[in-house]
């Protein structure tokens, strides 16, 4: 049984990253979208909250927060701008995470603390242009020489590439043995051989940087490795496993916006001389969106209790980001047709959520992936 009621750290962390959101998120978000400006300020306030290294232990300068206390500040943060959680997400969980499972007493030294700080900001680097849903099928190689390797290769798709201080990148150090040959390593920017893309244009998340990695020659030394070598798809996958708890709460952040936005529009736009919201075909969308909101918080915070209790939680964490996922986008999509003309305005920022919910079906494994991992799971 998952008890649902937060402890007053919980609320306190609630209120706290909803007060940010409100403060400091939401009165630039259209215009931060619009020009695919980088949150820097703001990613700096919350590296100062403790919002950037939520589940580090305090021992190496994090928060020292649970997983269910991480997925409630995302809510909130997601709720005012999909484009900071991402940036937020990816650090937490992706990042910061991997460091805490797998990284050494000298990397959690260098780069886990300042990481945790807000100091640094971490990117992860798993997809290529040739490998997408399938990450085991990687091209980037990295050759061991002496006491270095050279690292040759493209990666795609990295969030926080541009902005982004630490690479986390998966590779393969042996040829031909498929994902028994992926090995992880820590790459800072700025590392000789290693140059960044352009910014990618994006339907949605825009405020968050996306492109390309190009490694010529790259050499970083063994010392940089994560784990031991040919176990880097393992990391990447429970990285991941987490992760989608982070991004299945960016959805209910995002899909509770949308419900929030179309009550109180409902409650003021007047046609036929009736406020909208007394029309049953209105007040049935948001009755459907509030039911799908609670049933994907409650999978969201359940992958989340299992994971905290140290039990299997993957598939859990498939079922929270599909369901959850699926509903930012319904949710989204009607927030839009309830406000007519108006929702597909700019300025009136729904439309914003709905070209952001799309994301949330696609990255850290699509919608389709997730389908499989829940169907293999249950054919075990």
């Not at 893309?197 to 940087?209: C, P, Q, V």
């Not at 179309?262 to 007047?270: C, M, N, T």
């Not at 994907?296 to 599909?322: C, F, H, I, P, T």
């Amino acid at each position: 049984m998952i008890d649902f009621t937060l402890t007053s750290e919980q609320e306190l962390i609630q209120k706290t990253a909803r007060e940010f959101a409100k403060e400091h998120l939401a009165p630039g978000v259209i215009e931060r979208d619009d020009k695919a400006e980088f949150p820097t300020e703001q990613i700096k306030v919350m590296g100062e909250l403790g919002f950037m290294g939520m589940m580090v232990p305090e021992e190496w300068s994090g928060a020292g927060f649970d997983t269910l206390t991480y997925v409630i500040a995302m809510e909130e943060i997601a709720a005012v701008e999909l484009a900071t959680s991402t940036i937020m997400s990816v650090n937490n969980s992706l990042v910061c995470q991997l460091f805490v499972d797998y990284g050494t007493e000298d990397q959690k030294e260098k780069y886990l603390k300042p990481l945790a700080i807000g100091e640094k900001l971490g990117a992860y680097s798993l997809s290529e242009p040739e490998s997408g849903s399938d990450a085991s099928n990687m091209r980037t190689f990295a050759k061991k020489e002496g006491d270095h390797y050279v690292i040759n290769g493209t990666k795609n798709w990295v969030t926080n590439g541009i902005n982004g201080d630490i690479v986390i990148l998966f590779c393969m150090t042996e040829k031909s043995v498929g994902y028994k040959g992926i090995s992880a390593f820590v790459v800072e920017k700025g590392t000789l051989g290693l140059s960044t893309g352009k910014k990618e244009n994006k339907l949605g998340i825009r405020a968050s940087d996306t492109c390309e990695l190009y490694f010529e020659n790259c050499l970083i030394p063994c010392e940089n490795m994560i784990g031991e070598e040919g176990l880097g798809f393992k990391v990447a996958m429970k990285a991941l496993g987490g992760g989608r708890i982070g991004i299945a709460a960016q959805a209910l952040g995002l899909a509770r916006a949308a419900l929030d936005a179309s009550i109180s529009y409902a409650k003021e736009r007047k046609q036929f001389g009736k406020i909208i919201g007394e029309f049953g075909a209105i007040q049935n969308k948001l009755a459907d969106m509030a039911t799908e909101i609670d049933a994907a918080r409650m999978l969201v915070w359940r992958a989340a209790k299992l994971k905290d209790d140290g039990k299997n939680y993957y598939r859990e964490s498939s079922m929270a980001k599909l369901y959850a996922s699926s509903t930012a986008m319904k949710a989204a999509t009607e927030c839009v047709q309830i406000h007519g003309g108006y929702g597909y305005m700019q300025e009136y920022g729904v439309e914003r959520l709905m070209r952001d919910a799309k994301i949330t079906q696609i990255y850290e494994g699509t919608s389709e992936i997730q389908q499989l991992v829940i169907g293999r799971d249950l054919l075990k």
